[in-house]
Structure formats: structure tokens, C-alpha cells
């Protein structure tokens, strides 16, 4: 079940003396959603074109269910459904048509069928018979999920998914993602600026900054990384602050105590709600809020971006 | 008035009719169950049968594919009236305002040999175009009209990259689409030559002789190909040049330096190595002017349409004198042009080798 779909060895990609993609390694493995994160320009799509074998390594090794994308490119982009960044569709044709001509580029058999089913999978029957420059971006990103689904691959590679499409879009593109992996077990490959977003349908994320690849786990993983294996309690009493701050620091756990504006910031060694809580109460104070700090992905995404321009 | 009242009257009845014998007839299909049963059977049997027909897994030729859909593209299009209707209106016009002039002397010149082909080049009165010379002209802005904004719309749609990631071969994309040009311009032409013999016909009360229509075929194969070198030329553009505008006003711009002032160019820079008047300022500008398409073009259609001629080299007048006139036969006339001919088709090979080389190398993000 851990065979990896997508192995990349020491790849480099220079344009000219543009270094895009440095000494990147990255597994993905089978059956995963991996979120490739990073701000624009990092290198996602230099190195998302290199598995399809449409740019040249300059040098490393790219592996795709086992095949070499500069050598096996047909084979490859046969097993590989790809949406690019921003994908575009033939505006005088209609979403229907657009993708009958995908399906014959694709050599599928008796592709009605099929067509119906994908836009019926993406929720765009109703509009599959007008043009596709009527649609909205949003759609335009379904059709294009449709699109690489026409040939069933195995490996689906999204790049920036979300990009330019409203709240409600952009839920309903994750919850396509998540099916696809749970009804399907497709591996998703998908890159992304805009972190919050993916967070929650990534089983793992890399975080991609000036062509490195600088962090690798699930997100739960990078936090405790970050907070050096560390919980963060938030803490807010009626009354008087600091008071409780100093009743706070004395529950033990409780390594060190800040104050954030009306709230305490707690950073703990393990979670310790539970002793906070009733520490608090017992010495009088009247608890209004106590929280768990989560993980929260741009946050780590900035750390780790200071972390490495530093 | 009362009369045509039940006239409508009557035929509105008549439809009324029409309707219920249709909505009873589809209610009786839908009655009888094994019909219903039957066609569905029949569907499947068929698409059973289509799929066995098929050999499995059998990747279908990307370039055909591609060049199926760039010709119903092309065949839908704006541009495609706008030419053909230029190029349809000229030729027409040129040929029937030549086939009247022509029967005004046909009296004087009925023994005259190969009457047919004068109609193609004969200026018309008052201007200096034959119909050759406006498809000479013309010919060329179809070539740009169907190439000048070929890949480079697919990079401004955002369709490049994922017709990139279909499993064809990249090349499939650029063959694809020189071949659904060339097909939609072998058709215009076609159509239009067809079109104007038969204007031609109709004007003069003569029909050619197998050796016209053969003389005819010829040289439309050698025109589609003088206008490939342009369709392969504003293919480059489109893949070098992002936007459409700047590609269509470079090759319109290479376009009037060819088509135009070639002649002019090959005198001016003849004249400035040699002498005019000489033999060698002669022989200078012959060779200058395998330089431009346009003029082997020119050196073709004259060679195919006028059987008379019997070089295109230098004749000194002592060479011509007490010459026998006479015309050569079809055979004799294409390997005078040979060379150019050959040349030709060489140049429009280069043109889209320089194409295809551009599309390959280019990075899929510029």
C-alpha cells in the first residue's frame, strides 16, 4: 500500500540561469492526497511539468508509476489526468464537445457514456450543452477535473486547484478532491498558494519555497515540528489577567505563560486543559474560554518561510 | 379574402391532424413492449458489434484527430467567408470581364492554340491583374488567414498545456493543424477553380481540351503549395510571436514585401552590383528572384499556363530570330519549371520544418 506513485531523486531544473527546482526529493505515495504548498514562482508547476515529461530535468531522476516521463511520456499522460493552472477550454464549444475532443485525443471507445458520467461527477450536467465561455472559473475547474477523469487515471495532478473561485466553488472542488481519493482511491497530486483551503483534504503536504522543498508530513506533523513538540493553550478569565497568568504558570506542564491582548497564551508540554481548568477555577477566577491552539497551515507556512529566509 | 381564410383554415386542420396521428403513433410504440425491447437490443447488438469491429486499445492517430477538429474549427469560421468571398469575388469578376474581351477577337483568333488558358492570363482591361496574378496575391492571406494565430490562441484560451497532456505526441499538434489548413485552403481552391472554368465555359462557348485541365491541375497543386510556405510561415509566427495581432501584422508585413515589391527589390539590388541593361545585371536578378516564393510562384503558373513558352532563362534576340512559334506539350512545360517547382515545394518543407522545430523546442510556459 506504500509503494510510492511519484518518486523524485535530487531533480534540478534550471531556465537558463534561473534555478526553478533545486536538489528536490519527494514520494508520493498510493491512495494519498499530497499538497504541494508555496507561494507563486516557488517552482510547483516547473516541477509538476516535469512528471508529465513536458519539460526537460536539467538533471535528477522523476519516476511515475514506475516509468520515466521523458521516455514513456505517452504511457505516462495516458495513467496521468492533469489540471493545469487556470485551464481553459475552447469557448465556442460547449462543455460536452470540449471534452469529446479530449476523448478522441485520448482514443476512448463508445465515449458518450463516459462523457455523461464525469459531468454528471462534477455536478455540470445542467450546463454540459452551453459553450464553455459562458462558464465561471469555478466551473471551468470542474470541467477541467472532467476532463482528466475522461481516461480513469490512476494519478491525478492539480495545480492550484482553487485559485479564482468563490467560497462555495472552492468547497465543492475539495469535496470532489475527497472523493476521488475515498470512492475512486486515486493518488491527487496538488499544488497550492493558498494554504487554508487544502489544508483539510491533504493527507500530506510539502512546503515549496525558491525551488526547495523544505518540509515534509502531514499537517499535525509540521506543527508539532514547529512548536517543538510543544501544545499552546489559549486562556480567557474575567477579572483580572495577570493574576491568572501567574496562577496559570503555576500548573504543572505549563512551561510558559504570555499575554495576546485579552487572552493567555499558555505553551505547555503536553495538553493540559483539564488541570488548567480546574487550577483556574479553584483559585477563583471565572473562565471564559480555554482552547486548544490548532495548527493552522499558513501559520506554519510563515515559519517556516521566516525559518528559511532568515 | 374569405377564401384565404379557409385556405389557412383548412391547412391548420391539416397540421392539428398531423400532430395526433404522431403523438398516437409514439403512444402505440410505447404500448407494444417488445418494440421498445427490440430497440434497445438492437443498440446494444450494434455497439457490441461496432466495438468487436474495433481493434482494442489501438492509440488513434493524434494528428488526425487534431486536424479533424482544426478543419470543422476552420470551416465554422469568420475568416473563412472573408476569403473566400475576396478570393471568389476577385476571380470570378477577372475571369468573366477576360472571357468578354476575349470573345470581342475570338473570330479573328479562333485558330489560336490553347484558348482556354488565356482567360487565366490575360489582364483584365485597364489593370495589371490576370486572374493568376490576384490568386498570386490573394493565395497568401489565406495561408495567414488560417495559421497566424494557430498556436498562439491556444496559449491565450489556456487549452496548450492540456492538449499537451493527452497522450499524443507533441508533434501531432503542429502536423494536425498544417494539415487542416492545407486541406481548407486545397479547397478553396479547388471550389474556385472549378468556378471559374465553368464561368469561363460559359463565357467563351469552348470547353478545354484534356491538356487545359491537366495544365489547370497542375498548377493548382503548385499553387496550395506556394500557399503551404505561407501557412507554414505564420505557423512560426504564431508559435514565436504570443500575440495574434503582432503575427498577423508581421506576416501581412512579409507579405507585401513578397507578393509586391520583389520585382522592385531584386531590380534595385541588381542594379547595384551591375549595370542595368547588361547581361550579367540579367542574370543577377534571375538568380536574386529564386530568392522570394513569389516570384517561382509567378515562374510556374507562367511556364503551366502558357504552352508557347519555352525558357524562362535570357533570350538575346539573335536566339529568337526566325524563332518557329509552337507549343509544348504538358510534360515538356512542367520540366522546364522543374527546378522551381521542386524549389517550391522545398521551401514550404523548411518553412514548417522551422515550425515544427519552434513548437518542439519551446518550453510549455512562456
Excluded at chain 1, 267 to 293: F, K
Aim: one cysteine or more; aromatic letters at 6%; hydrophobic letters at 50%.
Amino acid at each position: 500500500m506504500t509503494d510510492p506513485v511519484i518518486s523524485i531523486q535530487g531533480l534540478t531544473k534550471r531556465y537558463g540561469d534561473v534555478v526553478a527546482v533545486q536538489q528536490l526529493d519527494l514520494e508520493v505515495r498510493r491512495g494519498e492526497v499530497f499538497g504541494l504548498l508555496g507561494p507563486n514562482g516557488a517552482g510547483k508547476t516547473t516541477m509538476i511539468l516535469t512528471l508529465l515529461g513536458l519539460t526537460e530535468v536539467t538533471s535528477g531522476t522523476v519516476r511515475v508509476l514506475g516509468l520515466d516521463p521523458t521516455r514513456d511520456a505517452i504511457e505516462v499522460k495516458r495513467q496521468v489526468g492533469y489540471v493545469p493552472d487556470a485551464v481553459g477550454f475552447y469557448p465556442n464549444l460547449t462543455g460536452r464537445e470540449n471534452l469529446r475532443y479530449t476523448a478522441r485525443l485520448g482514443g476512448l471507445r463508445d465515449a458518450e457514456d463516459r462523457i455523461s458520467e464525469v459531468l454528471d461527477q462534477v455536478g455540470l450536467t445542467g450546463a454540459a450543452d452551453a459553450r464553455a465561455g459562458t462558464y465561471s472559473r469555478g466551473m471551468l475547474q470542474r470541467l477541467g477535473i472532467a476532463d482528466a477523469l475522461l481516461r480513469r487515471p490512476p494519478v491525478m495532478i492539480l495545480d492550484e486547484p482553487t485559485v479564482a473561485i468563490d467560497p462555495e466553488g472552492v468547497a465543492r472542488i475539495l469535496a470532489l478532491i475527497r472523493s476521488l481519493r475515498d470512492e475512486h482511491g486515486m493518488t491527487i497530486l496538488l499544488s497550492s498558494h493558498l494554504l487554508h483551503q487544502v489544508q483539510e483534504v491533504c493527507d500530506r503536504v510539502g512546503i515549496f519555497v525558491g525551488g526547495r522543498l523544505i518540509a515534509v508530513g502531514s499537517v499535525e506533523e509540521l506543527a508539532r515540528r514547529l512548536a517543538g513538540g510543544r501544545t499552546v493553550i489559549e486562556v480567557g478569565v474575567a477579572g483580572d489577567a495577570s493574576a491568572a497568568a501567574a496562577d496559570l504558570g503555576k500548573v504543572p506542564g505549563v512551561d510558559k505563560v504570555e499575554q495576546e491582548g485579552p487572552l493567555l497564551v499558555a505553551v505547555c508540554r503536553q495538553d493540559v486543559r483539564p488541570q488548567v481548568a480546574a487550577a483556574l477555577t479553584g483559585a477563583g477566577h471565572q473562565l471564559r474560554h480555554l482552547r486548544q491552539r490548532e495548527s493552522h497551515l499558513d501559520e506554519i507556512y510563515h515559519r517556516y518561510f521566516h525559518e528559511q529566509s532568515n | 379574402m374569405s377564401r384565404a381564410t379557409e385556405v389557412l383554415q383548412r391547412a391548420r386542420g391539416a397540421v392539428a391532424g398531423l400532430t395526433r396521428l404522431r403523438t398516437a403513433a409514439a403512444a402505440a410504440v410505447d404500448r407494444v413492449p417488445g418494440l421498445a425491447r427490440v430497440r434497445t437490443a438492437a443498440g446494444a447488438a450494434l455497439r457490441q458489434v461496432r466495438s468487436r469491429t474495433r481493434p482494442p486499445d489501438v492509440l488513434p492517430r493524434g494528428w488526425a484527430v487534431v486536424a479533424r477538429k482544426e478543419l470543422a474549427d476552420h470551416l465554422h469560421s469568420a475568416r473563412l467567408f472573408v476569403v473566400a468571398g475576396l478570393l471568389g469575388l476577385s476571380g470570378v469578376a477577372a475571369v468573366y470581364a477576360v472571357g468578354g474581351a476575349i470573345r470581342e477577337v475570338a473570330p479573328l483568333a479562333s485558330e489560336a492554340p490553347s484558348l482556354f488558358l488565356r482567360l487565366f492570363i490575360i489582364p483584365v482591361e485597364n489593370t495589371p491583374f490576370a486572374f493568376v496574378n490576384l490568386v498570386a496575391l490573394i493565395g497568401p492571406l489565406l495561408g495567414i488567414a488560417f495559421g497566424f494565430d494557430a498556436i498562439s490562441s491556444e496559449r491565450n484560451q489556456r487549452t496548450l498545456p492540456r492538449l499537451l497532456a493527452q497522450p499524443i505526441h507533441r508533434d501531432d499538434i503542429i502536423n494536425g493543424k498544417f494539415v487542416a489548413g492545407i486541406a481548407v485552403i486545397g479547397m478553396l481552391l479547388t471550389a474556385l477553380m472549378a468556378v471559374v472554368a465553368a464561368v469561363g465555359i460559359l463565357r467563351l462557348g469552348i470547353v478545354p481540351s484534356a491538356e487545359d485541365i491537366g495544365r489547370m491541375l497542375v498548377y493548382l497543386v503548385v499553387t496550395v503549395a506556394y500557399i503551404g510556405v505561407w501557412l507554414a510561415f505564420a505557423l512560426l509566427l504564431s508559435i514565436v510571436l504570443r500575440r495574434a495581432a503582432t503575427a498577423a501584422l508581421s506576416a501581412i508585413g512579409a507579405w507585401l514585401v513578397f507578393s509586391l515589391l520583389a520585382g522592385l527589390l531584386v531590380r534595385m539590388v541588381a542594379g547595384v552590383f551591375t549595370t542595368e541593361g547588361t547581361l550579367e545585371n540579367l542574370e543577377l536578378r534571375q538568380a536574386l528572384s529564386w530568392l522570394s516564393p513569389a516570384i517561382i510562384h509567378e515562374q510556374i503558373t507562367a511556364a503551366l499556363l502558357r504552352p508557347e513558352l519555352r525558357t524562362l532563362g535570357v533570350i538575346l534576340p539573335e536566339q529568337a530570330f526566325r524563332q518557329i512559334p509552337g507549343e509544348l506539350p504538358i510534360g515538356q512545360s512542367m520540366l522546364l519549371v522543374w527546378p522551381q517547382m521542386t524549389a517550391l515545394i522545398a521551401l514550404t518543407v523548411v518553412m514548417f520544418a522551422a515550425a515544427y522545430v519552434a513548437f518542439l523546442r519551446q518550453e510549455v510556459r512562456v
